[in-house]
T-cell receptor, first 115, second 111 residues
Framework: ETGVTQSPTHLIKTRGQQVTLRCSSQ?????VSWYQQALGQGPQFIFQ???????GRGNFPPRFSGLQFPNYSSELNVNALELDDSALYLC??????????????FGPGTRLTVL | AQRVTQPEKLLSVFKGAPVELKCNYS??????LFWYVQYSRQRLQLLLR??SRESIKGFTADLNKGETSFHLKKPFAQEEDSAMYYC?????????????FGKGTLLTVNP
C-alpha cells in the first residue's frame, strides 16, 4: 500500500508568481484535503475534494484553487503569491462512503518559500 | 466558529514522570476530537480519537464536554514520546472531513 506523496518537496517563488503543488492520494482513497501550516502554527484547512469537486473550503481567498483528477490525485494552485503564503502545505487523503469518513492520512508536505 | 486551544507551546518532563497535554475546544455542536502526533522527520499521524476510547502507546484522552476539554495523558513518559502533538476537532455533522487544529505542544522527555 502506497502512502500519500507530495511534490515538490521544496519550492522557492517570488511575490506575484503562481505555483502548483501536487498530491497523490493513498491507494483506495477518494478524498483529498489540503492544509496550510505556517511556522509555529497548526495546520489550517484550505479545501477538500471529493469525486473531482470541491467539498468544503476554509477561510482562504479565491487565488487558492484546486483540482482533483479521476485517479483521485490532486493539485493546489496559488496565484499572485504573497509573502504570507510561505508555509508548509500538507495534503491528506481519506476514504469516504456516503456520509461516513475514515481516517485522514497526511503526506510529508511541500515547503513553499515566497521571496 | 470552532476553535482549538493548546495553552502550552512547550512541555518538558523527565522519563517516567506523568505527562498531560492540555486541549480545550470551542464548538457549539457535537464535536469529534483527535490527537495527532508528529515525530522528528516524520509526517503527521493520528494518535487517537475520542470516539474509539482506546489507549495508544500508553496515551489516553477523555472528552469532557462540561469543561470543553480533551487532555492527553500518559502515566509514565518515555523518551520516544518526544514529539509535536496537535489536538484537532472535526464537525461530526459536517458534510466534509474538515479538521481544525490547535497550534501544537512540543513535548520533550528528558532521560
Amino acid at each position: 500500500e502506497t502512502g500519500v506523496t507530495q511534490s515538490p518537496t521544496h519550492l522557492i517563488k517570488t511575490r506575484g508568481q503562481q505555483v502548483t503543488l501536487r498530491c497523490s492520494s493513498q491507494s483506495g482513497h477518494n478524498t483529498v484535503s489540503w492544509y496550510q501550516q505556517a511556522l509555529g502554527q497548526g495546520p489550517q484547512f484550505i479545501f477538500q475534494y471529493y469525486r473531482e469537486e470541491e467539498n468544503g473550503r476554509g477561510n482562504f481567498p479565491p487565488r487558492f484553487s484546486g483540482l482533483q483528477f479521476p485517479n483521485y490525485s490532486s493539485e493546489l494552485n496559488v496565484n499572485a503569491l504573497e509573502l504570507d503564503d510561505s508555509a508548509l502545505y500538507l495534503c491528506a487523503s481519506s476514504s469516504r462512503a456516503g456520509a461516513s469518513y475514515n481516517e485522514q492520512f497526511f503526506g510529508p508536505g511541500t515547503r513553499l518559500t515566497v521571496l | 466558529a470552532q476553535r482549538v486551544t493548546q495553552p502550552e507551546k512547550l512541555l518538558s518532563v523527565f522519563k517516567g514522570a506523568p505527562v498531560e497535554l492540555k486541549c480545550n475546544y470551542s464548538y457549539s455542536g457535537s464535536p469529534e476530537l483527535f490527537w495527532y502526533v508528529q515525530y522528528s522527520r516524520q509526517r503527521l499521524q493520528l494518535l487517537l480519537r475520542h470516539i474509539s476510547r482506546e489507549s495508544i502507546k500508553g496515551f489516553t484522552a477523555d472528552l469532557n464536554k462540561g469543561e470543553t476539554s480533551f487532555h492527553l495523558k500518559k502515566p509514565f513518559a518515555q523518551e520516544e514520546d518526544s514529539a509535536m502533538y496537535y489536538c484537532a476537532l472535526k464537525d461530526s455533522g459536517g458534510s466534509n472531513y474538515k479538521l481544525t487544529f490547535g497550534k501544537g505542544t512540543l513535548l520533550t522527555v528528558n532521560p
